[in-house]
């Protein structure tokens, strides 16, 4: 292989593979595919739902149009399977108009028409995609649970994507081998990734005639590979990246469109058996590429695919190797919107990965990992009921839900809880206070009842919630993914991963995403106080909510004096510990489908946005509409004491009970690392956050296990705001916003302040 | 106690991350302050028992990384002296790093030293009339105080606020402190700032305090000349 290609020819050719990738304009492939799943679906009418699938897929792998860059060293693409959808990430994206992402047909609005893909073309797959059971079933979970969803007391979405699938088997095998021992439909589905091989052979056999001899023996190496991989198992990193991209493309297109946060699980353990010696660089250059293909079109339209690197084993030691270096080397020296890095960390992690994220963390636009403490991943999922050995499997899918790899269907996203509109139901009695609309039948609200009175709502929504969620659930296993299936037990179990009726992975259950638990506990504290200290304003406060506090200027003054969670104080963060655990329990207690526990996820991708705007004002001040906070952080402005006492009463939360996994965040100030180098300032970061968050209980208590940073100012950012070609030469600024990281200069203007204002400078200060 | 300030700090008040308290009241009224919001004694800040900071401080401890602990600031600290004196001595029983930084005026500043594992005391100048004229006070207590430092081996850091036109020479710092064994003595020479200046509500009167880096570097050759042991923080 290094006679064909230098380090450096790897690295050029993936650097312009990038760049041609981000001047692509146009997603039409997902449409292809599902025209091409029409076309044929009554061909297969008398084969059962997965055998139907399988055929359908084989017939989409078989037609979808393929080509082959001439700065390509692998074959593949995920293009096809993605839309240009994600509303974050686009420019024109407003807060207000935003509906969420459940309507399956509303893909259709996102392609473009031309004179070859007209309206009418395009509106008459939509209309027979409208007509399939999925949809309308989604429809009916829809319809019934709109009083609920409208102003966002719970959501629910049908999960696509948003697994690990395991490819080691497959790696290690090859896809023949499977074939022999997999139940019919997956076989079938199997076979999809030998065909996409061999059209990629036959297309580079194409080309061999006008290539010039460089280009030629690059061909037939490709053409080689492709004949090896994927039906035989990998011998080398060249052959074992090619198979994964096949395999990855297959299973896309078995979900498209928008099968968003598929994630790798530990790219560093799965490639580092295949490296048979290669060096950092070399393996490092070949990585790049396995990188670029994660990116779709011009604003990496796949959003959420997260790769590992890092983590211990069960006993304790370490399992970082050569290659979760070289992979970081090419992470940084490609420093792309996708996919998104994460690193699992532990007490024994060596110092030398902290030295060598130190360059991540403090140059400015680049991609920052976010970090897992691995040793309280194990505890908190050990208890959950993960077997031991599978401990070191532990991945994460999208942004920060923690599965395990190839045994997993965590339906991770399938609900969400909004607490502070619950509140607010809860105070008014089912009316908006937004709207006035009667939303919901419910006793007027007691101040003094107030704790309780809220809990047995939750208990209410959460359980509508979980009836709503099992319906998408059920709704989505309509479409079945034999494919998918054989990378997550399916080879075994023979049952689709998505069969509602059979559990066909070792580990299952539904994901319930929990927002606002500052707010709630800010409230009941301030309302604790108003009944104390101010009798008078009891009468006056549904008014003063409904009124967003104008003309009540006093009230909205004292409830904000009041003490708030993210400063060390006992009061108000026993409150807040009080309401993630009673929640956590009262959503573990929902079942789903299979019968298994709804899990509580304290993460808000965005969210804390889209459904602030939903809630009205609340007891602890906040004004209506503006954001809730962020995941389990203190809201926006409330943490005004610095880093020390923030972070205090962070390691106070019942992270053992947030088994679906939670988010937070820190906007840290660079000026107080003050290392002379990148890695003595990786260094600090360890001594500073991660060891301090992480490892510092002597407690019994379970530890945080996530964090994400933006390591900058605001003032930085809005210069790169202003004088974006000044600051950000490449057209690419990477920052994160929750989970996934982006290209700041793609943001709309709403969530590029969103991340101006939640650096909250005064919550992590770090000295006088 | 009366608190005006509290927060956490890395390396700046004693070693590591300190979670540093900032007592209200000083018996001086130096002309360049930085926290002038802290020097009257009955001015607004918070009050808490000791009782309820030594729970406070233990809920802290894992913020107290690399070596860190508390660090009692001001105003100055020892103008609440019984209650701080009661403070330093439950927090070395529960194990907590302590630390103060004094202006040195206390005539009892030397019965706190068994409970105080970093003291930083500030030396302004070593001319009491010069002193008394700009910070409203004599420097005969800090003398003294500096004297027992010495004397009793006690690990200290004397910091040498120094300001143009009040103290912009070595030579008399130096001629002081060479008398006296300074074994276990650091000094650090702080270049004047003007930080504070936006916190007084009354006239700043220093017009021109600025020092150069090259000022700092003179005062700090000398002082390692004479054997007198300098550190930058």
Redesign the interface.
Known sequence: MDKIYSAEQITMLAKELFRHERSKKRLDGWFLAKEIECECAGKYDSFDAETRKAYILKEIVSRIPLEISEYSIFAGTQDDAFAASYALINPSFKVEEFSGYCDPTAVFGDIEPNSEFTEERINKVKAEYSKSAYVSELTQVYTKAEKDTKEVAYFVEQVTGHLIPDFRYALKHGVAKMMEIAAEPMKLALESAIILAGRYADIAESQLDSADNERKKRLEFMIETLNNVPKKGASNLFEAIQMFMLLWQVMCLEQAPNPFAFSVGNADRIFEPYRNGLSREYTAALLKHFLVFFNVADRSWAISQNILVGGRNTDGTDLTNETSYALLDAYYDMNMPQPILSVKLHKNTPDKLYRELGRFFFTPGILTPSLFNDDSLYAALGAGGVDAEDLPDISVAGCQEPLIMGKDNGNTTNSWLNLPKILELTLSGGVSLLTGERLADLPKGNLKTLREDFYKNVELYASRMAESANGAAKALSNEKVPFLSCFMGGLESGIDLRDTTKQGTKYNGSGCLIHGISIIADSFIAVDALLAEHPEYEEKLLDALGNNFEGYDDIREFLLSCHKFGNNITDVDNEAVEVAGRVADIVSAQKNYLQNSFRPDFSSPSTHLLYGYWVGATPDGRKAREMLGYGVDPLFGEAINGMGFRMLSALKLPYEKMVGGYASHLGIDPKYFRADSYEGKGMEFKEKIVNPLFFSSDSKKVAPFYLYVNVTTPETLRKVQAEPKKYAPSGVYIMRIHGTFVNFLDLSPAIQEDIIKRLDPKSTAMGA | MRIFQ?????S?DGPG?R??YHLMGCNLSCKWCSNPEGMDIDGKCTELTTKEIVE?IL??K??F??GGGVTFSGGEPTLQFTELSELLRLLKQKGINTAIETNGTHKELISLFPFIDHLMMDFKHYDSETHRKWTGAGNETVQANFKSIAASGKRALIRIPVINGFNNSPDGFVSFFREFNVENIRFEILPYHEYGRVKWDKPYEVTNGFITKDDVEKFEKMFNENGLKTVRM
């Open positions: 509290k927060g956490f700090n890395y700046q991350n979670l540093v406070e809920s802290c894992a913020m990384f690399s």
